[in-house]
């Protein structure tokens, strides 16, 4: 079991730059979410998704898109990446059951120059 | 939606001492509140979680307490040791929602 996959590791981008940003996981969650992550405020959701061919916006969801067409892959696009788009960004997963905790995986360090 | 408040954001304490990380809630349908340890560099994982039909969780020497009147939930570490140290994340959700909330982290450090 790998768990939640994220790749890559570490990205730079121009302004300007399209990139999707990659997660897989293998143990068969029905729940999945992105978030990023900046100093002093915590983990804020991107956007999540319940299941296959369903998707949601949660707190900062402007300047990123998402699709969920298999259970396993939720990727996130940044469409025309902006300086404040520099973050780390995680994906988590958890099951479909309510009240359980969430898998992270290794996270995304993204720079925008 | 929920808002969660964290406190403090930073913490130093000596090796051995206990030390408390509190957190408040809003929403009183919040009923699941899971604590997360990030390491510089590192995922979040998960160290322990409760759940609104208790009051008191403990597993080894860390363990949570949930007052559901007040809407607050402590994290407390006991006999801190050096790798204790690393930030510290509460989170609120509840069953019918799909959205975790976060705490905004407390960075503890434990001096050795």
């Known amino acids: 079991n790998a768990g939640v996959t994220q790749t890559p590791k570490f990205q730079v981008l121009k302004t300007g730059q399209s990139m999707t940003l990659q997660c897989a996981q293998d143990?068969?969650?029905?729940?999945m979410s992105w978030y990023r992550q900046d100093p002093g405020m915590g983990l804020r959701l991107i956007h999540y998704?319940?299941?296959?061919?369903?998707?949601d916006q949660g707190e900062v969801p402007n300047g990123y898109n998402v699709s969920r067409s298999t259970t396993e892959d939720f990727p996130l696009r940044l469409l025309s990446a902006a300086p404040s788009q520099t973050s780390v960004y995680f994906c988590?997963?958890?099951?479909?059951?309510?009240?359980?905790?969430?898998?992270f995986g290794d996270g995304t360090r993204l720079s925008i120059l | 939606g929920e808002n969660v408040e964290q406190h403090p954001s930073t913490l130093s304490v000596q090796e051995g001492d206990s030390a408390v990380i509190k957190c408040t809630y809003s929403d009183s349908a919040s009923n699941y509140f899971p604590w997360y340890k990030q390491e510089l560099g590192k995922r979040p994982q998960l160290i322990i979680d409760i759940r609104s039909n208790v009051g008191e969780k403990k597993d080894q020497r860390i363990a949570v307490t949930l007052n559901k009147t007040a809407k607050h939930f402590s994290l407390h570490i006991t006999e801190t040791q050096p790798e204790d140290s690393a930030v510290y994340f509460c989170a609120a959700s509840w069953a019918a929602g799909n959205q975790f909330y976060f705490g905004t982290g407390t960075s503890l450090t434990v001096i050795p």
């Open positions: 143990m068969n969650h029905e729940y």
């Open positions: 998704s319940v299941g296959a061919g369903i998707t």
């Open positions: 988590a997963s958890r099951p479909g059951i309510s009240n359980q905790p969430q898998h």
